[in-house]
């Protein structure tokens, strides 16, 4: 009898456990995403994914999905997880996409959403089990580059290059842009100028999609000179973006120091320097003279080369010209000795055709081409001056062994009267080339003078110099070489 007293409590505990398990499994839901794809604008703010229960859920439980997209996560757009928490008795779950809007889009953005299978539900494989939410913007905002020119990503500081720096961007801005720079390497002003101004900003104009700009790199004279200079940009929150290629440009500022040991083969037998032959070139096209002068390095740059000559004259006594005065010998290019019957520039040196320069003067700047050790350019770095005095040939050639020993080689302490003036020559520029892998290490260079007397140059006979006027500037052509 007990035994029939407990078994219909059994039976009806057992048949409730069995419709409880056959209820949970009918009405785990089947879910969907509401749409297989989305189209929002990312001036929204974002989107919300629905996710549709075929049934409400009779348990809270979890649906786990997989986020794939090509745009970055937590920069452009962020989602609060990738997994939702669904309540008892929801019929739908949504997920809120937050885009950001003043981040960079392409044209084609979008993120791809999957839902996986879970414990408490299942998949409605005749529905959309994955979404794609495609994003656009009303207003993009332009990605910009920077780039230079390449045969400018090299060049040399002393010869204050001018550099074009182009801007470009992917659309046009619809105001004014202006873009700040990040200079390494130079400041502005200091050591750079753009468009002129001491200022490392420049403007894209509304509308445009690309600019140029005019980069000065101010002259910098240090032989040996080696380093990048820089120009970068970053993006600016809302305004502009930056590509991954293009946020910089890096110009490569060299100025190497020359060898001149090739030059250096005679070394001057009295004073400093060796000893390097001159000509100038005639109306015949050829190269006249071979006299010769102390060159050696200067003391202000070690790509700068001076002329000197110290020689002791045993007859006078005295130094034909002051210890280390530099000078430029003009070969045969003044009239002196060669036109006795005219007004004869003259001065103290042992040969007829010396010219002395104050010893800050005559000063000639090397420059190697860009990836040479041997070749490159030579020139003047600025315009140098130096004084001759004049008078007639005969008072000049009575007068002067006397005066330049009383004086001790000095002319400007000069008292004679046959001494009656002097004239200003300025060397205003040098032109020339130079190869020290030459088997003769020859300098072709090309000199410009003036000079506000009408006594420069009088009486040169032109038949035989090729000297030309040319804006007003008197050019001779010269050859330099070593004495062997």
């Given amino acids: ?47 919300d994914v629905v996710i549709t229960f075929s049934r409400p859920a009779t348990v809270a439980f979890q649906i786990d999905l997989v986020i794939t997209s090509g745009l970055q996560e937590g920069v452009q757009y962020s989602v609060p997880s990738h997994s939702l928490a669904v309540a008892k008795g929801a019929s739908d779950a949504r997920l809120h996409i937050t885009l950001v809007d003043d981040e960079i889009w392409d044209e084609s953005s979008y993120i791809d959403i999957l839902l996986t299978p879970g ?14 939410v495609n994003i656009s913007k009303q207003v993009v905002i332009p990605v910009l580059r920077l780039s230079v020119p390449e045969a400018q990503l090299e060049v040399n500081p002393y010869l204050a290059p001018t550099v074009t720096l182009q801007l470009a961007a992917d659309k046009a801005p619809l105001s004014d842009l202006e ?15 753009i468009d002129g101004k001491a200022s490392s900003a420049i403007l894209l104009p509304a509308g445009v999609t690309e600019g140029s700009y005019s980069v000065q790199i101010l002259k910098i004279d240090q032989s040996g000179f080696d380093q990048q200079f820089t120009l970068s940009m970053s993006a600016q929150k809302g305004k502009y973006g930056v590509g991954t290629e293009g946020a910089s440009v890096s110009i490569h500022l060299s100025d190497p120091a020359v060898n001149f040991k090739p030059l250096w083969k005679f070394p001057a037998p009295v004073g400093e320097g060796y000893h390097v032959r001159q000509a100038i070139k005639g109306a015949d096209g050829n190269y006249n003279g071979n006299q010769f002068a102390s060159w050696t390095l200067s003391a202000e740059g070690s790509n700068y080369l001076k002329s000197l000559r110290t020689m002791t004259d045993a007859t006078f006594g005295c130094l034909s010209n002051n210890t280390g005065l530099h000078m430029l010998r003009l070969t045969e290019f003044f009239p002196n000795l060669a036109y006795p019957n005219a007004i004869t520039i003259v001065d103290y040196g042992n040969g007829a055709t010396t010219r002395g320069f104050s010893p800050a003067d005559s000063l000639f700047r090397f420059v190697l081409d860009p990836g040479s050790s041997t070749q490159g350019n030579l020139m003047l770095d600025k315009p140098r001056t130096f004084t001759a005095f004049y008078g007639s040939y005969e008072d000049w050639k009575n007068a002067w062994q006397k005066d330049s020993k009383a004086t001790g080689g000095d002319i400007f302490a000069s008292t004679n009267p046959a001494i009656t003036g002097h004239v200003d020559v300025v060397l205003e520029k040098l032109e020339g080339r130079f190869d020290l892998s030459d088997a003769n290490n020859t300098l072709l260079f090309t000199a410009w003078f003036s000079c506000d007397s009408p006594d420069f140059m009088s009486g040169v006979d032109l038949d035989t110099l090729h000297a030309v006027q040319e804006d007003g500037l008197w050019k001779v052509e010269y050859k330099l070489w070593p004495r062997n």
């Avoid at 414990?119 to 794609?132: G, L, M, Q, S, V």
């Avoid at 873009?179 to 100028?193: M, N, S, T």
């Fill in 1 to 47: 009898m007990p035994m029939k007293r407990f078994s219909i409590p059994l039976l009806i505990l057992s048949l409730w456990a069995c419709q409880q398990a056959e209820d949970t499994r009918y009405f785990a839901p089947e879910l969907s995403f509401e749409a297989a794809d989305y189209s929002v604008q990312a001036s929204q703010g974002g989107a």
């Fill in 119 to 132: 414990e408490r539900y299942t998949i409605d494989p005749a529905k959309a089990c994955a979404t794609r």
């Fill in 179 to 193: 873009v700040d720079l990040q200079p390494e390497g130079l400041a502005p002003g200091a050591g750079f100028l």
